[in-house]
């Protein structure tokens, strides 16, 4: 019993995790119509940042702080320096049938993917280093007793409630959310409603950049940093999307903490190898039975 | 007021528009008819920037707009109304007319609720179904809704892109009379594209006959309507 119990809160507690991750693929896709594969190399970059702030003794808490800003700074320039000028270059034959326009910027996402890790490489060399957690990470103690889950796990997952109410709000309860709503949805019309697309296509790209910063800093201590060590997360935050339904911020959230508890399950029940394959039967079976994911509305679907 | 000059837009090598003049006079209607493909659409589609014109000037209140962006042209007071009933089915009612008005809610939250209130004057029946998601509206009330959603805006010049298209008889002489009566009343000026000529120079002041993207006729609306040989050259009957 109590095996299962911590199974079930390490599995909450890494879900959380899961459906940030999640959350900042969706962003993009629905914000800009990308799939930005250096989403995780961004938040990597800036855990790097992270922990180079903490080496040189500052506080757990600035480092946090200054890892988010710069998550939502490295967003805003992936989408200024090279989304942006791609979607420009109309003139190009290349680039003006309709699929070409969806895969150049995915490719380059891989590309930005690729700079960042041999940049963090040649920055702060590519040996792994640990990486802190602002709270106790062992089993928390209460009237004696040792709890399944640890202080960090309550931590980890009280933020990532305050981030998914705070974006839902955003969203639905102000002008800015509805702006991106609209141009999500219908660019043209949001145009002629005056809402300037580009600056709203550039804050998707900042609220994701963010949104993933976190999860990177969540992530890390249960792993070494390293400039690769984000890449499962990529993997799995993806197929939290993909079975949430890619265009649902809701349903990427559902996917993440499925995959969560599945991911704890495999490990605590079978084996860590097996982790990929559960991951993959889930994103199979999800794709054979409801392509367009649990929340995901139909007609979005372009895969 | 709006002032167009030799205009010339492409869509590739075609020629959608092949050296247009026009102008659209303060709190009058002009209409603009023509059949299929004369290029009506691409004309309010260039003045409001969605297309980029090849050669030509079009002038705003005595100001160059072209090269404008979009949503700087509706800062401007030009608001467009594709054709199609252009709404954004996801969202709700409301916030399809609040959408409108994004761009000026932080500078003048107060005129904003009211231009609001005065749509949902306009079209009651908006009002009814504002919490309802636009997909799930009738087709004209989704005319009433891409009006409104242009309006809230409180432009000088609307551009309606063939309000008729796929409607009843009855709703489309409703939804013409509205913007007739805010013509008249509030000194909007309109220009209105429409396939269905009669109904279009009813209401119009003047009127403009596309062909194969020139003018092929620039007349009071009530002469246009009355040249039997014009209408049987260019629109068939």
């Known amino acids: ?27 993009v896709w629905r914000g800009a119509g990308v799939v930005n594969f250096a989403q995780m190399g961004q938040a990597m970059f800036t855990t790097y940042i992270a922990s180079t702030l903490i080496a040189q003794n500052y506080s757990y808490w600035i480092a946090f702080v200054i ?20 979607s420009r270059k109309r003139s190009s034959s290349v680039l003006d049938s ?31 280093r640990g990486f802190p957690t602002p709270v106790n990470s062992l089993g928390l103690v209460i009237n004696g007793k040792i709890m399944p889950f640890t202080a960090f796990d309550l931590f980890v997952m009280g933020t990532v409630f305050i981030t998914l109410i705070a974006t839902t709000y955003f969203f639905k309860g102000t002008g800015m959310g509805l702006a991106m709503r609209a141009s999500a949805l219908n660019p043209e019309v949001a145009r ?91 994103l199979l079976t999800v794709l054979i039975i409801r392509p367009q994911g649990i929340l995901g509305s139909k007609e979005v679907r372009r895969v | 007021m709006l002032e167009i000059k030799d205009l010339v837009t492409e869509y590739g090598s075609v020629k959608a528009l092949n050296g247009i003049s026009l102008s659209a006079h303060e709190g009058k209607i002009t209409t603009v008819i023509g059949a299929n493909g004369a290029g009506k ?5 260039t003045i409001s920037a969605l297309e980029y014109p090849r050669s030509g000037t079009i002038t705003w209140k005595n100001h160059s707009i072209v090269g404008l962006s979009p949503e700087k042209i509706v800062r401007l007071g030009i608001a467009h109304v594709p054709e199609g009933h252009a709404v954004i089915s996801q969202l709700s009612v409301e916030e399809n007319i609040q959408m409108g008005a994004l761009f000026r809610m932080r500078s003048n939250k107060a005129d904003v609720r009211l ?51 796929g409607l009843a008889p009855l709703v489309v002489e409703q939804i013409i009379q509205t913007v007739n009566d805010l013509c008249r009343n509030t000194g909007l000026t309109v220009l209105l594209v429409e396939q269905n000529a009669n109904t279009a120079l009813g209401v119009a002041d003047h009127g403009i006959l596309l062909s194969l993207g020139t003018v092929a006729a620039d007349l009071p609306a009530a002469q246009m309507k009355a040249d039997v040989a014009l209408r049987a050259a260019y629109l068939g009957y």
Do not use: C, H
Not at chain 2, 137 to 147: T, W
């Open chain 1, 1 to 27: 019993m109590d095996i299962f119990l911590s199974a079930i809160f390490a599995g909450t507690s890494r879900g959380a995790i899961y459906a940030l991750a999640a959350l900042g693929l969706v962003l």
């Open chain 1, 67 to 86: 890892a988010l800003i710069s998550g939502g700074a490295l967003g805003a320039l992936v989408d200024l320096l090279v989304m942006r000028p791609l």
């Open chain 1, 98 to 128: 309709p699929a070409m326009r969806s895969t150049v910027p995915v490719i380059a996402s891989l590309g930005i993917l690729g700079v960042l890790q041999a940049g963090a490489g040649i920055i702060w060399a590519a040996e792994e």
């Open chain 1, 192 to 282: 002629l409603s005056g809402i300037r697309i580009g600056f709203v296509r550039t804050l998707s790209w900042v609220i994701s950049g963010v949104a993933s910063s976190l999860a990177g800093l969540l992530v890390t201590p249960s792993a070494n940093l390293s400039p690769n060590t984000l890449d499962l997360i990529l993997i799995i935050g993806f197929t939290a999307a993909v079975v949430g339904g890619l265009d649902s911020l809701l349903g990427s959230v559902i996917g993440g903490f499925a995959l969560g508890l599945l991911v704890s399950f495999v490990n605590v029940y079978d084996a860590p190898e097996d982790i990929f394959l559960a991951i993959l039967i889930v």
């Open chain 2, 41 to 45: 659409s691409t004309l309010l589609r």
């Open chain 2, 115 to 165: 231009a609001i209130s005065e749509m949902y004057t306009l079209f009651p029946r908006l009002e009814e179904r504002k919490k309802q998601l636009a997909g799930s509206l009738s087709g004209g009330e989704r005319q009433m809704l891409a009006i409104s959603r242009a309006l809230v805006s409180r432009p000088s010049l609307l551009l309606l892109d063939e309000p008729s298209l």
